[in-house]
């Protein structure tokens, strides 16, 4: 009993995100293209979300709306206890600079600039000062193991280690939370290995990721996989890691140990 009331709470308490019959309707014109058609849903602390669907199914339009980037047509969403639509423009900066990291398909780094130069941008905009920023970008690109690399520009990088600096772009301002949209969907599968590995290790040191990705090889990694049709969830499972992890560590589990 005392132990129920307590899962509760501590449920609660660790639920990082919350959508309420979050509706997205586009206006195109005369036409209204339904993005989103009524999702629910919350995701907890340290949870590790793939969101799959085929194209066109509302995957972005969730992750926008995760990121606050965009804002729902109907529905409400909060985000570590508070209404977002109730936040100010202050604060939802405040949130797109540094307590949610991006990471997209396409890198969206700057060509010209050096990779410390580009991990360093969320901080600058955040206000944070020189003497701080340094050791936190050199950190963040350690995580991604490129501390070799960080005079370098993006077009001597590869593909991956260009996606890599875009996970140190997104980590350094110590989000809450890390949104990739289909973060190997222009790398191949061994790359795109490597970049999971990355994740993985992650979610493996507390952060919350939420990815979307076409490829059922990928959401493997995840703990959980969240499948749009039609702008409405059509499943939400655990996945065989979810479950316990690997095939071979449920085997030894019922074996006895
Ligand atoms: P997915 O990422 O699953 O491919 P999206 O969320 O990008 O799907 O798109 C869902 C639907 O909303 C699609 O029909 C798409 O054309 C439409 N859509 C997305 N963004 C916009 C926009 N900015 N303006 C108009 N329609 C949009
Ligand atoms: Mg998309």
Same mark, same amino acid.
């Given at each position: 009993?005392?132990?129920?009331?307590?899962?509760?709470?501590e449920t609660e308490a660790s639920t990082t995100l919350s959508l309420r019959d979050v509706v997205k309707t586009?206006?195109?014109? +005369? $036409? /209204? @293209?339904?993005?989103?058609?009524?999702?629910?849903?919350?995701?907890? &602390?340290?949870?590790?979300?793939?969101?799959?669907?085929?194209?066109?199914?509302?995957?972005?339009?969730?992750?926008?709306?995760?990121?606050?980037?965009?804002?729902?047509?109907?529905?409400?969403?909060?985000?570590?206890?508070?209404?977002?639509?109730?936040?100010?423009?202050?604060?939802?900066?405040?949130?797109?600079?540094?307590?949610?990291?991006?990471?997209?398909?396409?890198?969206?780094?700057?060509?010209?600039?050096?990779?410390?130069h580009n991990v360093e941008l969320p901080l600058i905009y955040a206000g944070v000062s020189k003497t701080e920023?340094?050791?936190?970008?050199?950190?963040?690109?350690?995580?991604?193991?490129? +501390? $070799? /690399? @960080?005079?370098?520009?993006?077009?001597?990088?590869?593909?991956?280690? &260009?996606?890599?600096?875009?996970?140190?772009?997104?980590?350094?301002?110590?989000?809450?939370?890390?949104?990739?949209?289909?973060?190997?969907?222009?790398?191949?599968?061994?790359?795109?290995?490597?970049?999971?590995?990355?994740?993985?290790?992650?979610?493996?040191?507390?952060?919350?990721?939420?990815?979307?990705t076409h490829e059922d090889y990928i959401a493997e990694h995840a703990l959980r996989v969240i499948r749009l049709?039609?702008?409405?969830?059509?499943?939400?499972?655990?996945?065989?890691?979810?479950?316990?992890?690997?095939?071979?560590?449920?085997?030894?589990?019922?074996?006895?140990?």
């Amino acid at each position: 009993m005392d132990r129920n009331v307590s899962t509760a709470r501590e449920t609660e308490a660790s639920t990082t995100l919350s959508l309420r019959d979050v509706v997205k309707t586009y206006e195109m014109g +005369a $036409d /209204r @293209v339904h993005a989103l058609r009524g999702v629910s849903l919350d995701i907890a &602390r340290n949870e590790y979300v793939a969101v799959m669907g085929p194209s066109g199914s509302g995957k972005s339009t969730l992750m926008n709306v995760i990121g606050c980037l965009d804002v729902p047509t109907s529905g409400t969403y909060s985000l570590e206890g508070q209404m977002v639509a109730e936040m100010s423009e202050y604060q939802l900066a405040d949130i797109r600079n540094r307590r949610i990291g991006f990471v997209f398909q396409t890198f969206n780094l700057i060509p010209r600039a050096s990779i410390f130069h580009n991990v360093e941008l969320p901080l600058i905009y955040a206000g944070v000062s020189k003497t701080e920023r340094r050791p936190r970008v050199e950190r963040a690109i350690e995580r991604v193991g490129l +501390a $070799d /690399r @960080v005079k370098h520009k993006p077009n001597e990088l590869s593909g991956g280690q &260009r996606q890599r600096v875009a996970i140190a772009r997104a980590l350094v301002g110590n989000p809450s939370i890390i949104l990739a949209d289909e973060p190997t969907g222009n790398l191949d599968s061994k790359t795109g290995d490597e970049i999971m590995a990355v994740l993985d290790e992650l979610h493996a040191a507390g952060q919350t990721i939420i990815l979307v990705t076409h490829e059922d090889y990928i959401a493997e990694h995840a703990l959980r996989v969240i499948r749009l049709r039609d702008g409405m969830i059509e499943s939400d499972t655990r996945t065989q890691r979810g479950n316990g992890g690997s095939p071979q560590a449920r085997h030894e589990r019922a074996a006895g140990e």
